[in-house]
């Protein structure tokens, strides 16, 4: 029987480079704060592969983990798969998505570290419920900027937060200077660089707060490797092999979680997909640039795959997608073609949903409902990537429960989709700094 | 390296200020109280954080967080102080010269 893994393991010692440094951008100046625990960044930039969990973090995961791997059959024959399908479930706990394993870990640290208060910025909420459950279990304060429209699409979502303990704010809020200014039509409204933005800004305002987030970082994707762990585990003990692995990508947490195990057990031996938004095509339609990670301009810039800060990112029911820009890892992993990238509609996202609602008896976040729909188009041949020949996992990062509106629109016909537009794309990368082979270079140090 | 006398975490601090600001300078250049994001040097958070683990493999110890948390560094002596007070060595000169 799978067990709960006891360490998580680090992909950077099989990578075979190091990741290209990040850039003080030229706004800032002036003091330096040490805002985040040094075992987050030791285990962001050190080579050690095995990390131990801590006891108070393993004591939370064994609440909801091992979490449950199965062979989709139903979802199969739906679509008429020519290899196995097989889904890894992160819904079934209280945050209803992955994001809570490495809620818990940050909070961990950030508590033991001496802060008190935690702020953060959320898109589909997911995140903001799990660090709202983590900081509840730490015993520390929460504070929630959550895209205004998405929490108004899903106010349970609020509430849930609320009963956590958490303070919840509307992105653009008039608590910060940000929220000010995107409230009054001079910046970019309702997308979650701007809700992020804000926490930051925040965060600087009172003692013992710090700022942190939920995807995108190294060390996120450290924590959420429990999830490609167990499935390793999972796939041996049902004698199953995959050549595929799906997930779907806003900065990229699940898909890293699920599918860099596989690549530090065996760089190269399984194909890594990374299913992400026509509305937001950074992996299959931007640039690899030194972009900002949020809206206030000041945070060190990352080298990544990006449509840019500044783009208008259209709406979607998948607000956990709407990110401008890739993680700095999977980003220099798909600068050198060791992962795949699939942009899918939000239509067929949610029509993938419902299909996998219908045979699997799970509601799928639209979010999963990106990684199901590039699933079925590889175990079909449909589509630019090559099939898969001998099956396929996918990551089912969270449950769809608090998004039955969005099902109920695209049952009746009222979603549509906004791919980006070209010109669009262009003119929000026009000013960035692309990754050259000299940054690379240094990476390398 | 631990138990590092002032001097050495100094002339460690400031090889590696250089090298996250790019520049190719020798650091007996950079004075102390160079400010660690300004005009010469420029080092963000995150490199910033970077540069404690780095130093805790130069030095081969462990920074606790409660040395940073909550406190602002300004210049380059600012981090060395911090750093030579945890480390002090055996010539006991772990605050300023």
């Given at each position: 029987?799978t067990?709960l893994?006891?360490?998580?393991?680090?992909v950077?010692?099989?990578?075979?480079?190091e990741?290209?440094?990040?850039?003080?951008?030229?706004?800032?100046?002036?003091?330096?704060?040490?805002?985040?625990?040094?075992e987050?960044?030791?285990?962001?930039?050190?080579?050690?592969?095995y990390w131990?969990?801590?006891e108070?973090?393993?004591?939370?995961?064994?609440?909801?983990?091992?979490s449950?791997?199965?062979?989709?059959?139903?979802y199969?024959?739906a679509?008429?798969?020519r290899?196995?399908?097989?889904?890894?479930y992160?819904?079934?706990?209280?945050s209803?998505?992955?994001?809570?394993?490495?809620?818990?870990?940050q909070?961990y640290?950030?508590?033991?570290?001496?802060?008190?208060?935690?702020?953060t910025?959320?898109?589909?909420?997911?995140?903001g419920t799990?660090?709202?459950a983590?900081?509840?279990v730490?015993?520390?304060?929460?504070?929630?900027f959550m895209?205004g429209?998405?929490?108004?699409s899903?106010?349970?979502r609020?509430?849930?937060?609320?009963?956590?303990?958490?303070?919840?704010?509307?992105?653009?809020?008039?608590?910060?200077?940000?929220?000010?200014?995107?409230?009054?039509?001079?910046a970019?409204?309702?997308?979650l660089?701007?809700?992020?933005?804000?926490a930051v800004?925040?965060?600087?305002?009172?003692?013992?707060?710090?700022?942190?987030?939920?995807s995108?970082?190294?060390?996120?994707i450290?924590?959420?490797?429990v999830?490609?762990?167990?499935?390793?585990?999972?796939?041996?003990?049902?004698?199953?092999?995959?050549?595929?692995?799906?997930?779907?990508?806003g900065?990229?947490?699940?898909?890293?979680?699920?599918?860099?195990?596989?690549?530090?057990?065996?760089p190269?031996?399984?194909?890594?997909?990374?299913a992400?938004?026509?509305?937001?095509?950074?992996?299959?339609?931007?640039?690899?640039?030194?972009?900002?990670t949020?809206?206030?301009?000041?945070?060190?810039?990352?080298?990544?795959y990006t449509?840019?800060?500044?783009?208008?990112?259209p709406?979607?029911?998948?607000?956990?997608?709407?990110?401008?820009?890739?993680?700095?890892?999977?980003?220099?992993?798909r600068?050198?073609?060791?992962?795949?990238a699939?942009?899918v509609?939000?239509?067929?996202?949610?029509?993938?949903?419902?299909?996998?609602?219908r045979?699997e008896?799970?509601?799928?976040?639209?979010?999963?409902?990106?990684?199901?729909?590039?699933a079925a188009?590889?175990?079909v041949g449909?589509?630019?990537?090559?099939?898969?020949?001998?099956?396929?996992?996918?990551?089912?990062?969270?449950?769809?429960?608090?998004?039955?509106?969005?099902?109920?629109?695209?049952e009746?016909?009222?979603?549509?989709?906004?791919?980006?537009d070209?010109?669009?794309?262009?003119?929000?990368?026009?000013?960035?700094r692309?990754?050259?082979?000299?940054?690379?270079?240094?990476?390398a140090? | 390296?631990?138990?590092?006398?002032?001097?050495?975490?100094?002339t460690l601090?400031?090889?590696?200020?250089?090298?996250e600001s790019r520049?190719?300078?020798?650091?007996?250049?950079?004075?102390d109280?160079?400010?660690?994001?300004g005009?010469?040097?420029?080092?963000n958070?995150?490199?910033?954080?970077?540069?404690?683990?780095?130093?805790?493999?130069?030095?081969?110890?462990?920074?606790?967080?409660?040395l940073?948390?909550?406190?602002?560094?300004?210049?380059v002596?600012?981090l060395?102080?911090v750093?030579?007070g945890?480390?002090?060595?055996?010539?006991?000169?772990?605050?300023r010269?």
């Amino acid at each position: 029987m799978t067990r709960l893994p006891g360490r998580w393991r680090s992909v950077l010692p099989s990578l075979g480079y190091e990741l290209p440094p990040d850039l003080t951008p030229d706004s800032s100046s002036g003091p330096i704060t040490a805002g985040i625990p040094l075992e987050l960044i030791r285990q962001s930039i050190s080579r050690r592969e095995y990390w131990e969990i801590p006891e108070p973090v393993l004591e939370q995961y064994r609440r909801y983990r091992p979490s449950p791997l199965w062979r989709a059959r139903g979802y199969e024959q739906a679509i008429g798969s020519r290899v196995p399908i097989w889904v890894k479930y992160e819904g079934g706990n209280i945050s209803g998505s992955h994001k809570l394993n490495t809620a818990l870990a940050q909070a961990y640290y950030y508590q033991r570290a001496g802060y008190s208060e935690l702020v953060t910025g959320t898109g589909a909420g997911q995140w903001g419920t799990a660090l709202a459950a983590a900081c509840a279990v730490f015993g520390m304060s929460c504070t929630v900027f959550m895209v205004g429209h998405s929490l108004r699409s899903k106010p349970y979502r609020g509430s849930l937060m609320r009963l956590l303990g958490a303070t919840v704010h509307a992105s653009p809020s008039p608590l910060t200077d940000l929220g000010v200014l995107a409230g009054s039509g001079a910046a970019d409204r309702n997308s979650l660089s701007l809700a992020i933005g804000e926490a930051v800004e925040h965060a600087r305002g009172g003692q013992g707060r710090a700022f942190c987030i939920g995807s995108g970082e190294t060390y996120s994707i450290l924590h959420q490797s429990v999830i490609g762990l167990e499935a390793i585990d999972q796939l041996a003990e049902a004698g199953a092999t995959v050549d595929t692995v799906v997930g779907c990508v806003g900065a990229g947490s699940n898909f890293g979680g699920v599918a860099l195990p596989f690549f530090a057990a065996g760089p190269g031996a399984t194909r890594l997909v990374a299913a992400e938004s026509s509305a937001t095509p950074k992996l299959t339609r931007g640039i690899y640039a030194y972009d900002r990670t949020d809206a206030t301009g000041t945070s060190p810039l990352e080298a990544m795959y990006t449509v840019g800060s500044g783009f208008a990112i259209p709406p979607s029911h998948s607000a956990g997608l709407r990110y401008h820009g890739a993680a700095k890892l999977l980003s220099a992993m798909r600068r050198r073609d060791q992962i795949e990238a699939l942009a899918v509609g939000q239509q067929q996202a949610l029509t993938a949903g419902r299909t996998f609602t219908r045979t699997e008896l799970v509601v799928p976040a639209p979010e999963s409902g990106h990684a199901l729909a590039a699933a079925a188009a590889l175990a079909v041949g449909d589509g630019p990537l090559a099939p898969s020949r001998a099956g396929i996992l996918v990551c089912v990062s969270g449950h769809g429960l608090l998004d039955l509106a969005a099902y109920d629109r695209s049952e009746a016909g009222d979603t549509a989709d906004q791919a980006a537009d070209e010109a669009s794309l262009r003119a929000a990368v026009a000013d960035l700094r692309p990754v050259l082979d000299l940054d690379l270079l240094d990476g390398a140090r | 390296m631990s138990g590092a006398s002032r001097a050495e975490v100094s002339t460690l601090v400031k090889q590696l200020v250089l090298r996250e600001s790019r520049l190719s300078i020798p650091p007996s250049a950079i004075a102390d109280d160079e400010p660690l994001n300004g005009e010469l040097l420029k080092v963000n958070s995150l490199g910033f954080l970077g540069m404690l683990v780095h130093l805790e493999d130069e030095l081969d110890v462990q920074l606790p967080d409660d040395l940073f948390a909550g406190r602002t560094f300004g210049t380059v002596a600012d981090l060395i102080d911090v750093v030579a007070g945890q480390v002090a060595g055996p010539s006991g000169d772990g605050g300023r010269p």
